[in-house]
């Protein structure tokens, strides 16, 4: 069998692994819903979410040491995920090769030549690693002025470098040893002059451009929704994700410009190709030529999916392993071996030093002035509720890679991606949206928590979330509270009786309770005339008939006693039928001026119950803009924003 | 560079280096990976500050329990005589003392409508500090309104400037998380911790205000200034703050001046009409005796203000008046 047919039996594979991940990341009980499946696996496959959590957190995760096989074979091969695994490869791959179909050769081969922006993807994953580092650069250069180790393996850096100085050394390495010795200079002073770590800070943002992460989200928020809209497999109702159209946007341009230039995101934009391409560096296996004389007729460069140049000086970093060049050869040219291109390779991307200082300087330089918004501070948007074991936001944003598995697996569909509420840093992360869905946070539930990759909502267990058991010193998690608006909620405002809130609220004992009133109706001041059985005739006004028969109205004669309200029963235009329990003497105030009550239950938020889950807000009846309405004031998540002692 | 060059046979010394060098990045990743690794996740607890502090006594126990109340409508004559029959400012302030001095400047209004420390008293006060041998006196406040405002519109500013001392306005930076042992709010909170740096003896100053939520505003509540972070929380169980903010703080001397008591509309004030002539300034070694004394100048019975049985319950000093040493003297 030809090595590119494995290769597109691995691709089919792969994608079609990855799209059975995406449909079975279902609520449900049949075997093709969620029941293990390892639904983030290719997630924890991805060395860039790896990396950027291990640059923010120094930790790595769980089950994102699978980044490390990835990484190993990366090390030996080289860029073969792109080819051979990646779901995203695979889909601009196809695309790509559609594009060029019935092109002529000579359009095919200009299409695939190397172009120098292919060097903007290094460029790009720079800027991103390099925004994931600020935390621990800022700490490298507060702790270069310590009395600690930093500082001894600092002067041992230093009488090294002195040593090469000093000693026998070439004019390049005296060089280099000079431009060491300054920088740990410079480290040391800016270290000593000032706290760094105030300014300098780490946000990870790999997930905007990580094809992983990218593909999963435009997969799961947009492609899935759209068609279970008419198949109705997925979930019983329509999935809705706030701003999906911004997701999808960017998912057709990086499949469309596929037809301009094959595989244009992985060669020009792609992050994870760049660290792929750089890890390969020292790939033992590579494709190259045999002899330096070839025939150049570019046979191998119509199909060459990296643009890595085989006929000429062969690109490694570009090289993705398609191996088309080894199957379109006829002069036998073409090898996948130990030794080094006979027409001689190039390993390191062509990025130069100043794009790379330029890179990293724009990198970091872009959290600081991003957290000048003060949306990590005292300009928090309450409008943001995060998921249930959403870490403290600076926390959580070292770790969120909005990749959407936690707004996929939501099974109430509240959990969506957000757009600028909590700036440029907070684009598709998880926010809640009790409106959308069909609940507010389920109180038995921890999917997000379990399915999230990175921890950045971290796994609850039930008892935990619930504040039970050996929690229950800590109490329920809050994902913020509910606070009731006097003016649009029926009962208080409209004189009507409601309380779905009260009756909906899941915590025990509820966080909602109400308070009795009785209220005088517009127009429901009235003179009882005679009387018939249980049934009296009013004076004075014009009842809409059947209007007060509810259960909820009362007739109350003023001065007397507060529990002389006796229910109505029904009432015409003219009567009104009381309850056979009305007292005679009642019966008999002919003449008397009585008032037509409604008996309201108003609704009240017991702060220190409310967890809020948004069920409140979800079921509340004024559709629009809700009369009880859930916002991040008192979330358990940070201390810092709690409202009661 | 380590590009090939045009058609050349790869020597076994090159593959032998290039697999060393692919080993490498391997073996490092497996150990970053290994090292790093971290099977459980982050816990629920935000990381708690490791450089907790919590503030030295300042009291002085050879002193003991005593309290002076001198009358008088010149704050200059009526803190010397106060201090002077306490055994003078000398028996409170060594030579080469450093001394803090907590004042009220909560609020940036002048000086005439008595909402914070009178600047006259702070000066004389400055200047006793240092005729006793003080080498240094600090002076600070984390106030409710913008700081920079406050030091300068209250005339605290400038008195500490003219005076000698140095004035600590509050900075991100200064603050460091406290626990106070026993207390239930005043848990992992922010204290305005910098200024106490080196500081071996602290005076507390304050004027006399009615305020609306706790009653009245005096020696104790004046610690609050001390606090950072979100402390407008602390309004729902105020009485208990201020018995751990007596907690918290163990003084060498409070002053509470009551030459004009804040009768209404406090603690802002705002109005001539909101103060009345008291004629009182009372110098102590105990802030619950001094707030006790100072409650009768706002009319209010202790019944009225909870928070002084609270702080005595606590063991922050005494509101009996049988048993301090009190000194009456007039001017």
Redesign the interface.
């Known amino acids: 069998m030809r090595i590119a047919t494995v290769r597109r039996a691995s691709q089919v594979f792969f994608l079609v692994l990855f799209l059975w991940f995406c449909v079975v990341a279902s609520f449900g009980v049949h075997w093709w819903q969620l029941r293990g499946w390892p639904v983030s696996w290719f997630l924890h496959l991805d060395p860039l979410v790896?990396m950027g959590t291990?640059l923010t957190?120094?930790?790595?995760?769980?089950d994102l040491?699978w980044?490390?096989v990835t990484?190993?074979l990366t090390?030996?091969l080289g860029r073969f995920f792109c080819s051979w695994v990646c779901p995203f490869g695979s889909m601009h791959h196809l695309v790509g090769y559609l594009g060029k179909r019935g092109k002529p050769h000579s359009r095919k081969v200009e299409l695939n030549r190397y172009h120098p922006a292919q060097s903007v993807k290094y460029a790009l994953l720079v800027v991103l690693l390099s925004a994931a580092s600020g935390a621990i650069l800022a700490r490298f250069i507060r702790d270069a002025v310590r009395p600690s180790l930093p500082l001894i393996m600092l002067f041992v850096a230093t009488v090294g470098l002195a040593w090469a100085v000093v000693g026998r050394a070439t004019a390049k390495k005296r060089g280099m040893s000079a431009f060491l010795g300054a920088f740990i200079g410079l480290w040391a002073f800016i270290g000593s002059i000032a706290?760094l770590d105030?300014m300098i800070t780490a946000s990870l943002q790999t997930g905007l451009l990580d094809p992983i992460p990218l593909v999963y989200r435009s997969v799961n928020l947009v492609l899935l929704p759209l068609a279970d809209s008419t198949l109705q497999v997925l979930s019983v109702s329509q999935r809705h994700y706030e701003g999906a159209w911004f997701i999808g946007a960017v998912f057709v341009a990086a499949i469309l410009l596929n037809l301009k230039v094959p595989r244009f995101y992985c060669r020009f934009i792609c992050p994870l190709g760049a660290l792929m391409g750089i890890?390969g560096?020292?790939?033992?296996w590579r494709i190259g030529r045999k002899?330096?004389e070839c025939p150049q007729c570019s046979l191998c460069e119509a199909d060459c999916e990296g643009a890595c140049e085989p006929t000429g000086?062969l690109r490694l970093n570009e090289c993705v392993l398609c191996m088309n060049c080894l199957v379109a050869c006829r002069h036998d040219q073409i090898t996948f071996s130990?030794?080094?291109?006979?027409?001689?390779?190039?390993?390191?991307p062509d990025l130069g030093r100043r794009g790379l200082i330029l890179s990293m300087a724009s990198g970091i330089a872009a959290v600081p002035v991003l957290r000048l918004e003060g949306h990590m501070g005292a300009n928090w948007n309450p409008r943001v509720i995060r998921p249930p074991g959403a870490?403290?936001e600076v926390?959580f944003l070292s770790r969120c890679i909005k990749c959407g598995q936690c707004m996929r697996v939501c099974p109430t569909n509240i959990i969506h991606p957000a757009g600028l509420e909590t700036g440029l840093e907070g684009v598709w992360t998880p926010m809640l949206n009790f409106r959308l869905g069909t609940s507010g946070c389920q109180l038995n539930c921890v999917a997000c928590g379990q399915v999230c990759p990175t921890?950045a909502i971290?796994?609850l267990t039930l008892s935990?979330k619930k504040g039970i058991g050996s929690h229950a010193g800590?109490g329920p998690i809050r994902l913020g509270m509910a606070f009731l608006d006097h003016g649009r909620c029926l009962p208080w405002a409209m004189d009507k009786p409601c309380i779905v809130c009260q009756e909906n609220c899941p915590v025990s004992p509820k966080a909602i309770f109400v308070r009795e009133v009785f209220n005088t109706v517009r127009g429901g001041v009235v003179t009882l005339g005679k009387t018939e059985g249980s049934t009296v005739e009013v004076r004075g006004a014009s009842l809409e008939a059947g209007r007060y028969g509810t259960g909820d109205y009362y007739l109350h004669v003023p001065g007397a006693k507060e529990t002389t309200r006796i229910r109505i029963v029904a009432n015409t235009d003219r009567t009104l039928s009381l309850a056979p329990v009305a007292p005679a003497d009642f019966l008999s105030l002919v003449g008397t001026q009585v008032h037509i009550q409604v008996r309201l239950q108003r609704p009240q938020v017991d702060p220190d119950r409310c967890i809020g889950c948004g069920v409140c807000e979800h079921e509340c009846p004024v559709t629009g803009q809700r009369a009880i309405r859930v916002t991040a004031e008192n979330e358990s998540r940070?201390?810092?924003r709690?409202?009661?002692? | 560079m380590n590009d090939y060059p045009l058609n050349r046979v790869w020597s076994r010394r090159e593959f032998v280096v290039r697999s060393a060098k692919a080993g490498a990045i391997l073996a490092a990743s497996g150990l970053l990976g290994y090292g790093f690794y971290d099977s459980i996740g982050p816990g629920p607890d935000e990381s708690p500050d490791k450089s907790s502090v919590l503030l030295p006594d300042f009291s002085i126990p050879a002193a003991g329990r005593k309290m002076a109340i001198a009358t008088g409508d010149n704050r200059v004559q009526t803190i010397n005589l106060a201090l002077k029959a306490l055994g003078g400012v000398e028996s409170f302030i060594r030579k080469g003392d450093r001394v803090l001095v907590k004042v009220n400047a909560a609020f940036a209004t002048p000086a005439i409508v008595s909402a914070t420390t009178n600047p006259e008293l702070l000066k004389e006060l400055i200047r006793l500090c240092y005729s006793a041998g003080a080498s240094s006196v600090v002076v600070t406040d984390n106030p409710i309104n913008d700081p920079g405002s406050c030091f300068a519109l209250t005339g605290i500013g400038e008195a500490a400037r003219s005076g000698g001392a140095r004035l600590i306005l509050p900075r991100e930076g200064f603050f460091r998380e406290t626990t106070v042992p026993g207390a239930a709010h005043l848990v992992r909170w922010p204290l305005l911790y910098e200024p106490f740096h080196g500081i071996n003896k602290l005076i507390g100053v304050a004027p006399v205000k009615d305020h609306h939520r706790s009653g009245a505003s005096m020696t104790m509540k004046n610690w609050y200034g001390l606090l950072g972070g979100r402390r407008n929380i602390f309004h729902q169980d105020i009485h208990n703050l201020i018995k751990e903010l007596a907690m918290m703080v163990k003084p060498t001397l409070v002053v509470l001046d009551g030459t004009t008591t804040m009768m209404t509309n406090g603690p802002t004030g705002g109005s001539l009409s909101d103060l009345k002539q008291t004629n009182v300034m009372i110098v102590s070694t105990d802030q619950v005796a001094a707030d006790a004394l100072g409650a009768t100048l706002l009319g209010r019975s202790l019944h009225d203000l909870p928070f002084i049985a609270m702080a005595e319950a606590a063991g922050a000093g005494s509101c009996d008046l049988e048993t301090i040493r009190l000194e009456r003297v007039s001017s």
């Open positions: 790896a291990l957190t120094g930790t790595l995760y769980r040491l980044a490390l990484v190993a090390v030996l706290a105030r890890l560096r020292y790939a033992l002899c330096a000086t130990l030794q080094p291109s006979a027409g001689g390779e190039i390993s390191v870490l403290p926390d921890a971290r796994p935990e800590s940070s201390r810092k709690s409202m009661l002692l």
